[in-house]
């Protein structure tokens, strides 16, 4: 994905960061613990097309968000 779109992109839902998960393909909003997917290089941020997010091990982030604090 282009990182000038993941600068602007937010959560449709609480309008927080997203953090991009390159394996599987998705953004991740870690405060409503959803994962939008991304297809054909497009994201889908409708909360309908989001998965849940149940636990630390649903996240493989690999693009973390340099304005949250570290862990």
């Known amino acids: 994905m282009d990182t000038q779109l993941l600068d602007i992109l ?3 839902i609480c309008k927080g960061p997203l953090q991009h998960d390159k ?4 953004l991740i909003c870690n405060a409503d613990r959803l994962a939008f997917p ?25 693009e973390r968000d340099p304005s949250l604090p570290a862990a």
């Open 10 to 12: 937010v959560c449709p």
């Open 23 to 26: 394996k599987a393909l998705e």
């Open 38 to 62: 991304i297809r054909d290089g497009i994201p889908i941020m409708w909360a309908d097309q989001a998965r849940e997010l149940h636990n630390a091990a649903d996240i493989g982030v690999t």
